[in-house]
């Protein structure tokens, strides 16, 4: 008798406000097709801001673009890996000279000289990574910053191809008649340089989530173990770096078209420490700490250049205050947050959820 009334039971038809909602939420379950919209929506909303702001803040954000993709290679290459490197500096410069020499001899379109750029730096990574395999802590440490002082004096020597100190000049892409008369190469390369973003954090995304990703995460845990387990530690070490050098590379191609010039000045050491800096800042292994670090890698420089205008001082301590604004933040942070702006915030989100659970 009760399975019959059970079963006598009408079933709940769902409206379509549910069926949509449910349709939503399988969606955003999925983490490619949930980075895709997260990457979209992000693309509209900085084309909307770009269209009310000046031509130097758009200029400023176009320098952000680039730091952000060559944080999130070495983000992922540290933080997911366990490699160090202090020369990613370098690795931006190959990717730049590699789409300045493309501009300036043949007639090759944007997008294939960007690739082309992080197709040769990965080659040029990948090469590294080999040395990296053998290496671990300091000795890593001190190979990849040997490329980052030795590459500029290449430079210099052969100064018929890279132009010597001066370097060469590089033209900026004229913005598409889609855009209206009144867009500017500088919003047409901050958009181009949001796709590139948005591509990168979403291919990076992705790929954490596989099983690449976990093979990075176990060769930075215990070596020995994966290698007991089956996974080959020297290929996923090298793999990680012929990546973490893809995205430098294009970083670099992209800031070659900001700067309107390559030269060995750009891409100095202080450009290496300057990358692994603001990546411990924002958050070491998050691609959401590659956008805090990139944000203080471009403002930083400008506010201690204010503050040493407002409070008159000599140009010897204006050179070096950036550099000492750099140092306290990385202080600041390691005591507060040893993992980063990024994991700070992930903080204080957990505890506005779980203040949001308690009742009353």
């Known amino acids: 008798m009760q399975e019959s009334m059970v079963s006598a039971q009408p079933e709940k038809k769902e409206t379509p406000a549910v069926k949509r909602q449910s349709g ?77 020499l493309l501009q300036l001899h043949t007639k090759t379109p944007l997008w294939m000289m960007l690739i082309a750029a992080a197709l040769v730096t990965m080659f040029f990574g990948a090469l590294l990574g080999l040395v990296a395999a053998r290496l671990r802590g300091p000795y890593l440490a001190g190979a990849t910053l040997a490329l980052a002082l030795g590459l500029p004096d290449i430079t210099t020597r052969y100064q018929s191809v890279f132009g010597g100190y001066q370097g060469l000049e590089v033209n900026q892409p004229n913005a598409p008649s889609f855009l209206g008369a009144a867009a500017t190469p500088t919003e047409w390369l901050a958009l181009i340089e949001m796709v590139c973003v948005v591509v990168v954090m979403v291919l990076f995304a992705n790929l954490l989530r596989s099983r690449v990703g976990r093979n990075f995460r176990a060769v930075r845990d215990d070596e020995i173990a994966t290698q007991v387990s089956g996974i080959s530690v020297p290929r996923t070490q090298v793999l990680a770096f012929a990546l973490s050098a893809a995205a430098a590379g294009l970083a670099g191609g992209l800031f070659a078209l900001v700067a309107g010039n390559v030269s060995p000045g750009g891409f100095s050491v202080v450009l290496s420490i300057s990358l692994l800096a603001a990546m411990v800042i924002g958050g070491t292994g998050t691609l959401a700490g590659a956008v805090w670090g990139a944000l203080i890698m471009v403002y930083v420089p400008e506010w201690a250049t204010t503050l040493t205008q407002k409070l008159n001082l000599n140009q010897a301590v204006s050179a070096n205050l950036a550099l000492a604004i750099y140092g306290f933040l990385l202080v600041a942070i390691i005591m507060i947050a040893p993992v980063g702006i990024q994991g700070l915030v992930r903080v204080a989100i957990f505890k506005l959820k779980s203040l949001r659970k308690e009742p009353g």
């Open 24 to 100: 939503m939420r399988r969606v955003l379950a999925q983490p490619l097709l949930r980075n895709l919209v997260v990457g979209l929506v992000a693309l509209v909303l900085f084309y909307l801001l770009i269209g009310h702001l000046g031509q130097y803040r758009i200029y400023q954000l176009s320098l952000v673009g680039p730091y952000v993709i060559a944080l999130v290679g070495l983000s992922v290459l540290t933080g997911q890996n366990g490699q160090i490197s202090l020369g990613h500096g370098a690795l931006m410069a190959i990717g730049a000279w590699t789409l300045t």
